[in-house]
């Protein structure tokens, strides 16, 4: 099973600043079966990115991803105060497919 | 317009069966890669099981042997049959379609096991 790790746990931060999340692997992904969610309290996750760095319908510019091999990044360049939530990272090439932790992201 | 809807949920004694459901629209079922992903109270995402366009299956080892996904394909619904539930199966959960990462959600069901 690959082990997804999420850095930092928490992030403080304020509207306007830069975000950037991490996604570590315990092997080996494609870039091709790496996704990003975000998700609110109360309501089901959202994919962000797909593909390591492909954004998924509707998802705003401000969103980016990047990384390949066992390092990935979530970058959100400027926070909107919608923005302020918990980020998963998944691997999804192997069965079962895993999720990361989680990155919260809270508002300084 | 896609969309899942789930149902089921319920409380349940440990070591009782429940069946969830999750109805499609705007897709078929039959020809996409469904998924169940659980969300126990207060922690992450837990990927449970996946049935493929070519009905393969897979399940995490945590619920291997005791929970089986299925498809109606005429009535384009995702089943999971849950036996032998623990109190850690408590969790909320959702159905997502697997098509460049999971890009539809239910709104989920919450399944509770305790005595």
């Known amino acids: 099973e690959v082990v997804l790790t999420q850095s930092p746990g928490t992030l403080s931060l304020s509207p306007g600043e830069r975000a950037t999340l991490s996604c570590r692997a315990s092997q080996i992904i494609s870039v091709s079966y790496l996704a990003w969610y975000q998700q609110k309290p109360g309501q089901a996750p959202r994919l962000l990115i797909y593909?390591?760095?492909s954004r998924a319908t509707g998802i705003p510019d401000r969103f980016s991803g990047s990384g390949s091999g066992t390092d990935f990044t979530l970058t959100i360049s400027s926070l909107e105060p919608e923005d302020f939530a918990v980020y998963f990272c998944?691997?999804?090439?192997?069965?079962?497919?895993?999720f990361g932790p989680g990155t919260q992201v809270d508002i300084k | 317009e896609v969309q899942l809807v789930e149902s089921g949920g319920d409380l349940i004694q440990p070591g009782g069966s429940l069946r969830l459901s999750c109805v499609a629209s705007g897709f078929s079922v039959t020809s996409n890669y469904m998924n169940w992903v659980r969300q126990a109270p207060g922690k992450g995402l837990q990927w449970v099981s996946i049935i493929y366009s070519d009905g393969s299956t897979y399940y995490a080892d945590s619920v291997k042997g005791r929970f089986t996904i299925y498809r109606d394909n005429s009535k384009n619904t995702l089943f999971l049959q849950m036996n032998s539930l623990r109190v850690e199966d408590t969790a909320v959960y959702y159905c997502?379609?697997?098509?460049?990462?999971?890009?539809?959600w239910g709104q989920g069901t919450l399944v509770t096991v305790s005595s």
């Open positions: 998944q691997q999804y090439g192997t069965s079962p497919g895993t």
């Open positions: 997502a379609r697997l098509l460049g990462g999971l890009d539809y």
């Open positions: 593909g390591a760095s």
